[in-house]
């Protein structure tokens, strides 16, 4: 489903795509302004309690993951380097938001629980896209769980803008939850299916 909105969302970029490239700006630089201003919303408005104000910078910045790869793609500028860019940013942006949101849970609203499902969140977030990449790289096929990095993306924004917004802190609190399970049974169902092909390729090379 969330590809669908991102092939809308690119439609509707195109022309701001377009006009950076006819300016002379590359898809990598993209990339690094929209990581910088990802992080910069997490890491200056969460840990203040400005968390709407935080989700919107992140959002609006967020759109750089949909412009650069159609930048790259118009241009024909599509790399391995690119592509290595692309996703090392992605895991930094993603740790600044639960970095953030640790943060929130340390100074403006206390809660050593809270802050323990943040780094929860933020450490199986990463272990998801190297499980993927990882097994990949191996020759095994990984794209596979229940919490993709969009879905856990949308879920965390949209979230954390309403809780704020309509003094609703309960659906922060669920929604960590929920991301830290899920993300877990992901690192999970990740490592079985590996663990499934790396078992059937070792049979047949015997």
Excluded at 174 to 184: E, P
């Amino acid at each position: 489903m969330l590809e669908r909105f991102r092939a809308f969302w690119t439609k509707i970029l195109s022309p701001i795509a377009n006009l950076l490239l006819r300016m002379g700006v590359s898809p990598d630089a993209v990339t690094l302004v929209g990581t910088l201003g990802v992080s910069a919303g997490a890491l200056v408005f969460f840990p203040q309690g400005e968390l709407w104000i935080g989700v919107l910078v992140i959002t609006a910045f967020v759109f750089s993951d949909l412009l650069d790869g159609h930048m790259a793609r118009t241009s024909g500028r599509v790399s391995k380097f690119g592509a290595f860019w692309d996703s090392t940013l992605d895991r930094i942006g993603d740790g600044a938001i639960f970095i953030g949101l640790s943060l929130y849970f340390a100074w403006e609203e206390p809660s050593k629980l809270y802050l323990v499902l943040c780094l929860v969140c933020l450490l199986m977030g990463g272990v998801t896209s190297y499980a993927r990449s990882r097994g990949e790289t191996l020759g095994f096929n990984v794209k596979v769980g229940i919490a993709e990095r969009a879905d856990r993306l949308v879920a965390i924004l949209v979230m954390t803008f309403f809780s704020d917004l309509l003094d609703l802190p309960w659906l922060l609190y669920i929604t960590l939850w929920a991301l830290a399970i899920a993300s877990t049974i992901t690192v999970g169902q990740r490592v079985w299916v590996v663990r499934q092909q790396a078992l059937a390729e070792a049979r047949t090379t015997i």
